[in-house]
């Protein structure tokens, strides 16, 4: 499976010109994403038939990324068998992929990957940080309560946001920081 693990791998995923955090589930050494209609990532991979994989530990990134775009010089175009894919400047490791879809449905579509090529970059020593992790999972919520308002995800939100608080660095701050922006810009009232 090379560099990814078995399970869901949260990634900054780029496609031309664009860059979202998107899981990768692993199972049974079988790469697959599923990706719901109407997002850029979804209308590129159809078009194109490749994705990135780019592995970032910068939690502002991931923040930014599931709310907006990033600008032209965060990427960089590699040639990869033929085609030239986009990856991020700063990803200390990414993974090309051909990307195929299997089976879609009203929803989403699930997407086999094949490996086109894995490089590691930078790597660095990345220790377990809660707060980090709260940054994902409150990012996810986010993305969901900017279009359903829920105020079940609004206390999942608060909860990681009190986890970032305790438990986050600087960078995990301002993480929250853009995410409480984004949530009170987009959040229907
Ligand atoms: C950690 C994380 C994982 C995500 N995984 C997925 C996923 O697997 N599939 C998907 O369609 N959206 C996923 N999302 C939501 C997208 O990132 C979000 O809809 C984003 O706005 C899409 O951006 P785009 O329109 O630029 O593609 C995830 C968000 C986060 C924060």
Redesign the pocket.
Known sequence: MGLLGEG?N?VI?T?SG????????CRDAVPR????????????VLRDGWIVANFVYDPVV??R?????LPAEAFRTEAVDGTSVQRLVDAEAWIAFAAEVERSTQE?HVVRLTLLREAVEDLRLHPVNRGFASI??A??H???YVRTGDPHLRRLIDHHASLVRKCGGRREWEALDLLQGYIAKQAPE
């Open positions: 869901i949260e995923a496609t664009n860059a979202a955090p998107i899981g990768i589930i994403m599923v990706l719901f209609r109407g997002s850029h990532t979804a209308e590129n991931w923040v990324t599931a709310f907006e775009d989403a994902i999972d990012t996810v986010a993305t969901r």
